[in-house]
């Protein structure tokens, strides 16, 4: 079985512009493989193509990339996706490239900083722990889990228009996370800093982000919470 | 935090607030319209008139024309904020379509008021 590809190959080093380089493989009959490892076995035969990848099954989230016009990790995709179809491997979109299927994601980095990923409490330390009840615990479901792929993001055009002010979906669902989890006290803080036209608002629930997200988690549903509690704050 | 200037709320939620509040307006006026209209068959001129020589109609129209240019006025501002990166193209375009909007308030306060 001859799978079929087609790769957006970039260097600035050497090209003038980006292009779509095809590739083939021969596979056994009937098997089934990740796009990583097709990925893998093509660079076998064209060393110059890079690409990033580490722990191979979904939890670093470095090999984010577009596949067939849809993001997704290359390493919990398989190619048997496609039904048989050429495969078109490109970065991930909106991104600065950097080469081949590597992106620049400093853009992305700094919206995530911009809303503090850490707890802030500004309680007395207490003598052990933190607690949680269950309850309280529960309420971090569905938003810690994210892996910063960036594939949500990169596939929210109101990121793509303004990745310098929108915080974009990977990084409201972190901001959520925080602005739910009962052992943080900067809730009024947290919410000022994203009381603006861009930050949040920006998102017109389009959800493109739970489309593509990986580990199927719905910043959508983060936004709109995060827009609740700002209009409950303001009105 | 990223500030405005150009939008017509204050900050993003006043904003949120503002454009489905108009949303709403639009909306209701719109279903009246639509419903007055399946209701008068045949629809006359004297029908027509009658309904706009109301005070309630007027001032429902009215609302429905500032909903108009509360909501586009926005809703531009966020079209032009996204597709526009020239800032003085931008300035230039919000501009006209504000004035536009504000021109559509004045002649339907004008028309409405002479029925």
């Known amino acids: 079985m001859k799978l079929e590809f087609a790769v957006y190959r970039y260097n600035p080093d050497v090209d003038t512009k980006p292009y779509m380089k095809d590739y083939s493989l021969e596979v056994d009959e009937g098997t089934d493989m990740?796009?990583?490892?097709?990925?893998?076995?093509?660079?076998?035969?064209?060393?110059?193509?890079?690409?990033?990848?580490?722990?191979?099954?979904?939890?670093?989230?470095?090999?984010?990339?577009?596949?067939?016009g849809k993001n997704g990790l290359a390493c919990i995709t398989p190619v048997s996706t496609f039904k048989g179809k050429k495969i078109e491997i490109r970065p991930l979109p909106g991104m600065p490239v950097v080469r081949d299927l590597i992106v620049d994601l400093t853009q992305f980095y700094t919206q995530y900083e911009k809303i503090k990923p850490f707890l802030i409490n500004d309680e007395k330390t207490p003598a052990r722990e933190h607690l949680?009840?269950?309850?309280?615990?529960?309420?971090?479901?569905?938003?810690?889990?994210?892996?910063?792929?960036?594939?949500?993001?990169?596939?929210?055009?109101?990121?793509?228009?303004?990745?310098?002010?929108?915080?974009?979906?990977?990084?409201?669902?972190?901001?959520?996370?925080?602005?739910?989890?009962?052992?943080?006290?900067?809730?009024?803080?947290?919410?000022?800093?994203?009381?603006?036209?861009?930050?949040?608002?920006?998102?017109?629930?389009?959800?493109?982000?739970?489309?593509?997200?990986?580990?199927?988690?719905?910043?959508?549903?983060?936004?709109?919470h995060i827009k609740s509690m700002l209009l409950q704050r303001a009105v | 935090m990223v500030t405005n200037a150009a939008s017509l709320g204050r900050s993003g939620v006043h904003d949120f607030i503002l454009i489905r509040a108009s949303a709403v307006v639009l909306a209701c006026y719109t279903i009246f319209l639509v419903g007055f209209i399946a209701c008068s068959s045949p629809l006359t001129y004297d029908a027509w008139h009658g309904?706009?020589?109301?005070?309630?109609?007027?001032?429902?129209?009215?609302?429905?024309?500032?909903?108009?240019?509360?909501?586009?006025?926005?809703?531009?501002?966020q079209v032009l904020t996204d597709?526009?990166?020239?800032?003085?193209?931008?300035?230039?375009?919000?501009?006209?379509?504000?004035?536009?909007?504000?021109?559509?308030?004045?002649?339907?306060?004008?028309i409405v008021w002479g029925v």
């Open chain 1, 34 to 68: 990740m796009v990583l490892d097709a990925l893998l076995k093509l660079k076998e035969l064209d060393p110059t193509l890079a690409f990033r990848r580490s722990c191979r099954e979904g939890v670093c989230g470095s090999d984010g990339i577009n596949m067939n």
């Open chain 1, 132 to 224: 949680q009840s269950p309850e309280e615990r529960e309420h971090l479901d569905g938003l810690y889990e994210c892996i910063m792929c960036a594939c949500c993001s990169t596939a929210c055009p109101s990121f793509w228009w303004n990745p310098d002010k929108f915080i974009g979906p990977s990084g409201l669902l972190h901001a959520y996370r925080f602005l739910i989890d009962s052992r943080d006290t900067a809730t009024e803080e947290r919410l000022s800093g994203l009381d603006d036209a861009y930050s949040v608002f920006r998102c017109h629930g389009i959800m493109n982000c739970v489309d593509v997200c990986p580990k199927g988690l719905n910043p959508t549903k983060a936004i709109g």
């Open chain 2, 51 to 77: 309904l706009f020589s109301a005070l309630p109609m007027k001032v429902f129209t009215l609302l429905a024309l500032v909903a108009v240019l509360v909501h586009a006025w926005i809703g531009i501002w």
């Open chain 2, 83 to 110: 597709y526009v990166k020239c800032v003085s193209l931008r300035g230039v375009l919000q501009f006209v379509f504000v004035v536009a909007a504000f021109s559509y308030l004045a002649a339907g306060i004008l």
